[in-house]
């Protein structure tokens, strides 16, 4: 007889586990994994940090499992003696490619010879799991029609290894099933050039570029990670990026440099996370409830598109600061009055209550 676990305590604080030790989700650089995305304003939100995004463990161990199937797919090429490189012999890490000034870039799977159907020829490989139905589509209509995606993301890695790589061999698995799929891509240097083109126009941006639908509801709208933002008074995570004073600048080591023209310095990637307390929001971040007005070297005035009520941003005195901004949800309470209020009231600042992502009163008395 099996021993009751009502509440699953055991799986619970797996998957418990999985989400506290998720990271951030603030990648560096703009990935080639994504570029291929219909969505470009959604591009640029990713690019600059709007939305922190947290996954449930389960989603997490699905991700996990994407990786690990990796050392599969390497044995079985290996086992049909395909050479195959997963890492840089060199380096010891994953092959990558990169453009605009380190700003775009992406990992290869792996590259590998000795394919048969082209034995000579050294491949990019990209390997991917797949459910069911995407499978099935995969199999009946192929990577570039099924997968977008995949295929563009596959071009702009040749487009940017070559004349060493022109060709990628995409590997996929059936996890219902394990059945295997297995397609060649030629390089199209058109797509691969489009393609950088299109990330430099993303990184180049200083304000968000068109969204795919004005309909929250759509459902490539509905399930991306920046909803709130794009269609409703959501508020975006407060970091260096989606601060005004900051900027991606070119560099002759092309490491995705960005400068802060506040305090006239290069910020490291660990302070582009946090930020500082002068943070003041790109205003276009804020156009989904209010307008700007007038500004400072320091200060925004805006006027809220719903109640036409005044408030300023800045930090300083009568101004909310960013992230009293982000805690308060009700946007109608951004006015001086309320700001006054507020502060009276609590003798501090509005603070935002990251850990359950809703607003709180904290008292710095």
Not at 27 to 46: D, F, K, N, V
Not at 258 to 279: F, T, Y
Request: with cysteine; hydrophobic share 35%.
């Amino acid at each position: 007889m099996d021993i009751p676990e009502p509440h699953q305590t055991t799986i619970k604080a797996i998957v418990k586990h999985y989400e506290e030790n998720q990271n951030d989700g603030f990648r560096a650089h703009l990935g080639g994994s994504i570029i291929g995305r219909p969505c470009e304003r959604a591009l640029w939100y990713t690019f600059r940090w709007c939305t922190e995004v947290k996954h449930s463990g389960q989603l997490l161990r699905l991700f996990q499992t994407g990786h690990l199937v990796e050392e599969r797919f390497v044995a079985d090429l290996r086992s049909i003696g395909i050479k195959i490189f997963g890492a840089d012999p060199a380096t010891g890490e994953q092959f990558r490619v990169s453009a605009c000034h380190g700003h775009f870039g992406g990992s290869m799977d792996g590259v590998g010879q000795g394919f048969i159907e082209a034995p000579k020829t050294w491949h990019l490989i990209e390997m991917k799991t797949h459910n069911e139905k995407s499978f099935s589509h995969l199999v009946k209509k192929g990577v570039a029609e099924a997968k977008p995606e995949h295929f563009v993301q596959m071009q702009v890695y040749m487009y940017l290894a070559s004349p060493q790589l022109t060709r990628a061999f995409y590997i996929a698995v059936n996890k219902n099933t394990d059945e295997l799929y297995g397609e060649r891509i030629r390089l199209d240097a058109n797509i691969g050039k489009a393609t950088v083109t299109r990330a430099e126009c993303v990184i180049a941006s200083d304000r968000p570029l068109n969204k795919i639908s004005d309909d929250p509801s759509w459902y490539l709208c509905k399930f991306c990670d920046h909803h709130g933002i794009c269609h409703g008074q959501e508020t975006p995570a407060v970091n260096c990026r989606t601060c005004l004073h900051s900027t991606p600048v070119d560099s002759v080591d092309n490491s995705g440099q960005w400068h802060c023209a506040r305090h006239n310095m290069e910020i490291p990637l660990q302070v582009q996370k946090s930020g500082c307390d002068e943070h003041l929001y790109n205003p276009y971040l804020l156009e989904s409830f209010a307008e700007p007005l007038d500004s400072g070297e320091f200060w925004i005035k805006y006027r809220l598109k719903a109640t036409g009520e005044v408030f300023m941003t800045g930090g300083g005195q009568g101004q909310f600061s960013s992230r009293e901004i982000q805690a308060v949800e009700d946007k109608a309470l951004l006015t001086d009055t309320q700001l006054n209020e507020l502060k009276k009231n609590f003798n501090g600042t509005v603070v935002a209550n990251t850990d359950k992502n809703k607003s709180k009163e904290t008292d710095h008395g």
